[in-house]
């Protein structure tokens, strides 16, 4: 059982390069054992466009850490029924694995939106929180009344997105440069996203 591990939660409709390489560059850069990609699980009535079934993105979450040393995929959010609150995920992870450090890695874009996130002062007591910049935004202190400690953490800018890759594939774009092998199958295979 690793003894330090990061957390990078994410929809993953689908996963790209972008995310196989930030957790690559904080795995490293943070001396991380492993990185854990997990898709949280979309609750239908919060859907405000098409997700992709779970089964098929975790499909592909492990398609795409398949040849990436250090990664690894955990179902945790998909297993629990209910809205995925990063908080009961860092207890659960912290029951099953007592003797582990958990580094949960958010993007800048979402610092300033923990604090609406439920209990985030007991995430950063469960937890090191390490931010990354994306693309140019590089994290900074918000201006908030909670007290959350947390690392920079830099990482490599890859300018790609779900979104744009959603778009490519809708408009017969290849996508082959953008995410890995694997998860190119599974979406030519299922036809995913053809329809935008
Ligand atoms: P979408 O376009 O559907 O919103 P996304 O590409 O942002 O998707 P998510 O699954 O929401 O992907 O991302 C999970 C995590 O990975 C988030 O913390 C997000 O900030 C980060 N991330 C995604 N793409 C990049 C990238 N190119 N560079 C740095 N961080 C990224």
């Given at each position: 059982m690793p003894g330090s591990v990061g957390l990078l939660g994410g929809t993953?409709?689908?996963?790209?390069n972008g995310h196989v390489r930030v957790a690559q560059d904080v795995r490293q850069g943070l001396g991380l054992d492993c990185v854990l990609l997990i898709p949280v699980r979309v609750p239908p009535h919060k859907r405000t466009a098409r997700v992709t079934p779970a089964a098929l993105r975790l499909e592909m979450v492990r398609a795409a850490v398949a040849?990436?040393?250090g990664l690894d995929v955990s179902e945790i959010e998909l297993e629990r029924e209910g809205p995925s609150y990063t908080v009961d995920t860092l207890r659960r992870l912290g029951d099953e694995r007592p003797d582990t450090d958990l580094t949960c890695i958010v993007g800048a874009d979402q610092l300033a939106e923990m604090?609406?996130?439920?209990?985030p002062e007991e995430i950063s007591a469960l937890a090191r929180l390490a931010v990354m910049n994306r693309g140019d935004l590089a994290p900074v202190e918000p201006d908030w009344d909670i007290t959350l400690e947390w690392t920079a953490v830099s990482v490599t800018p890859l300018d790609v997105s779900s979104t744009q890759i959603r778009s490519m594939v809708a408009e017969g774009r290849p996508v082959g440069h953008l995410v890995p092998a694997g998860v190119l199958r599974i979406i030519e295979r299922e036809k995913l996203y053809c329809n935008g």
């Amino acid at each position: 059982m690793p003894g330090s591990v990061g957390l990078l939660g994410g929809t993953f409709d689908p996963p790209h390069n972008g995310h196989v390489r930030v957790a690559q560059d904080v795995r490293q850069g943070l001396g991380l054992d492993c990185v854990l990609l997990i898709p949280v699980r979309v609750p239908p009535h919060k859907r405000t466009a098409r997700v992709t079934p779970a089964a098929l993105r975790l499909e592909m979450v492990r398609a795409a850490v398949a040849d990436a040393p250090g990664l690894d995929v955990s179902e945790i959010e998909l297993e629990r029924e209910g809205p995925s609150y990063t908080v009961d995920t860092l207890r659960r992870l912290g029951d099953e694995r007592p003797d582990t450090d958990l580094t949960c890695i958010v993007g800048a874009d979402q610092l300033a939106e923990m604090a609406d996130w439920k209990e985030p002062e007991e995430i950063s007591a469960l937890a090191r929180l390490a931010v990354m910049n994306r693309g140019d935004l590089a994290p900074v202190e918000p201006d908030w009344d909670i007290t959350l400690e947390w690392t920079a953490v830099s990482v490599t800018p890859l300018d790609v997105s779900s979104t744009q890759i959603r778009s490519m594939v809708a408009e017969g774009r290849p996508v082959g440069h953008l995410v890995p092998a694997g998860v190119l199958r599974i979406i030519e295979r299922e036809k995913l996203y053809c329809n935008g």
